[in-house]
Nanobody, 122 residues
């Protein structure tokens, strides 16, 4: 069983930065892709970023490309999301997720963290 725990959320002004981290349990962390998703009130959960099992391949939603960076450290079982130039529309609960079959589709991920709130004030 994989357990995921996010940290690093908070309140920040527009234009600011936050770094989210997700710690994973289990010895097979390096064998699966990891993704970040977000969900704003009244909206469906949406894809933010994904990193391959080795860390060599990443992909981003168009809305965050050039501002967010996903990375992973397989020696520490962590995946991070560096968020720069934050905008009010980035306000949401952010979730990390593991083991997808279709990395852009949240329904295909097998494991989820509890989420961390990110609030960007204008």
């Amino acid at each position: 069983q994989v357990q995921l725990v996010e940290s690093g959320g908070g309140l920040v002004q527009a234009g600011g930065s936050l770094r989210l981290s997700c710690a994973a349990s289990g010895r097979t962390f390096s064998s699966y892709a990891m993704g970040w998703f977000r969900q704003a009130p009244g909206k469906e959960r949406e894809f933010v970023a994904v990193v391959s099992n080795s860390g060599g391949i990443t992909d981003y939603a168009d809305s965050v490309k050039g501002r967010f960076t996903i990375s992973r450290d397989n020696s520490k079982n962590t995946v991070d999301l560096q968020m720069n130039n934050l905008k009010p529309e980035d306000t949401a609960v952010y979730y990390c997720a593991a083991y997808p079959s279709d990395y852009r589709d949240y329904k295909t991920y097998k494991h989820w963290g509890q989420g961390t709130q990110v609030t960007v004030s204008s």
